[in-house]
């Protein structure tokens, strides 16, 4: 089993100069603070692509297509051949190949996968991107590659799969590893990181309503998980330092027709290419 020190050195710090910006900029002005963070909030990080992901990169299908709700283009991957299709829907400044294990095993099983890079993330053009671009991604593509069995969603991806099926998003069971859950929370996380005084979670999600309309809350994965009739299986690792597990069992509570799956040692990433947790997607998909 991995050591929790191992995964403490998952979890992305923020860099001084960030910091110290932030610091700055609160002392002199709250509106520039709020627009420094809310453009950090909405900047997703475009890491390398990984070894074990080159090989889903070179034998995919991948086209570009409009999402016209947002009026971005993003990157689709189709891989595997057959009618049907599984959704996989990545994280916060993931890409489409980064649930590469679990897609490797779902071909073997007979299914082919779509995946795509949200906007603004792996080869989607441009620089920032919120969740509700990914929902509106997510129901594009049911309309132009789906029927689609199932979704498996991680991370941000997990809330957004929820959030899609709140929209109408047509799947007989889903899948969310490492999900957030309640937007407050994720926002305040975040405005402890940047190490900022707590009212600027306020602030920056009054700000985030303001621009988008609606509340916020609207799109936690509760509320989603409430509007939810089909099976779904939540899976999250204890030592989770990105998304506390807390997040997993308050989902699990608003569920109708939930199954948990809890993991220790494996982190927010990790849990992606663990054997007993594929294995036990694949048991869950087969089930009647």
Do not use: C
């Not at 991995?2 to 995964?7: I, V, Y």
């Not at 809330?159 to 099926?165: F, K, Q, R």
Request: charged share 25%; no cysteine.
């Amino acid at each position: 089993m991995p050591k929790k020190k191992q995964q403490q050195s998952q979890v992305i710090e923020i860099p001084k100069a960030i910091l110290f910006t932030a610091k700055f900029l609160q002392a002199i002005s709250t509106p520039l603070t709020i627009k420094f963070a809310a453009k950090l909030f909405t900047t997703p990080i475009k890491h390398k692509l990984p070894k074990r992901e080159l090989h889903m990169e070179h034998e995919s299908v991948q086209k570009s297509i409009l999402v016209p709700e947002i009026q971005k283009e993003i990157v689709v991957y189709e891989y595997g051949k057959s009618d049907k299709k599984i959704l996989l829907v990545h994280g916060w400044s993931g890409r489409g190949t980064q649930l590469v294990k679990i897609a490797d095993e779902l071909v073997k099983m007979g299914y082919m996968t779509i995946s795509f890079d949200a906007p603004a993330h792996g080869k989607s053009k441009g620089n920032s991107s919120i969740m509700i671009e990914f929902i509106a991604s997510i129901l594009e593509i049911e309309k132009q590659f789906g029927p689609f069995e199932f979704a498996i969603g991680h991370s941000l991806g997990g809330m957004s799969v929820l959030n899609a099926i709140k929209q109408n998003l047509n799947v007989k069971k889903a899948i969310t590893i490492g999900s957030g859950d309640i937007i407050q929370d994720i926002i305040d996380d975040f405005i402890s990181k940047l190490k900022l005084k707590p009212v600027f979670g306020i602030k920056l999600r009054d700000h985030f309503e303001a621009k988008y309309g609606g509340k916020m809350d609207d799109y936690s994965a509760y509320k989603a998980a409430e509007k939810t009739n089909i099976p779904v299986l939540v899976i999250h690792d204890i030592d989770d330092d990105d998304v506390s597990v807390k997040a997993a069992y308050n989902i699990q509570k608003h569920l109708k027709n939930p199954e948990i799956m809890i993991t220790q040692g494996l982190g927010h990433r990790k849990i992606l290419g663990d054997e007993a947790v594929i294995q036990k997607i694949k048991e869950f998909i087969s089930m009647n």
